[in-house]
């Protein structure tokens, strides 16, 4: 089993920044895949930005240019360095991961960022 904690999520002005930082714990030999998805009331929650062993990254267009995911794997930990919010970036960010290309998911508890004057 695997357990996800998330961890700097809260409020922030439009233009201002963030970082998000998740730890994975647990029976972990290897991680395929740690990413960060969210969830904006009355929509589906989305992709973000996810990095792969390797290195390998992918985000989402609407945060291209702007936010930056980066993982630790000795430590098992993957951080989202948020900069230039905007109000549509609000919503509860989760965290995801990825044992193997085979394996289940682990979700994390989710962290509310909000993006407001």
């Known amino acids: 089993q695997v357990q996800l904690v998330e961890s700097g999520g809260g409020l922030v002005q439009p233009g201002g920044s963030l970082r998000l930082s998740c730890a994975a714990s647990g029976s972990i030999l290897s991680i395929y895949f740690m990413g960060w998805y969210r969830q904006a009331p009355g929509k589906q929650r989305e992709l973000v930005a996810a990095?792969?062993?390797?290195?390998?990254?992918n985000y989402a267009d609407s945060v291209k240019g702007r936010f930056t995911i980066s993982r630790d794997s000795a430590k098992n930990t993957v951080d989202l360095q948020m900069n230039s919010l905007k109000p549509e970036d609000t919503a509860v960010y989760y965290c995801?991961?990825?044992?193997?290309?085979?394996?289940?998911?682990?979700w994390g508890q989710g962290t509310q960022v909000t993006v407001s004057s």
């Open positions: 995801k991961t990825r044992l193997s290309f085979y394996s289940r998911d682990f």
């Open positions: 990095v792969t062993t390797g290195g390998n990254t």
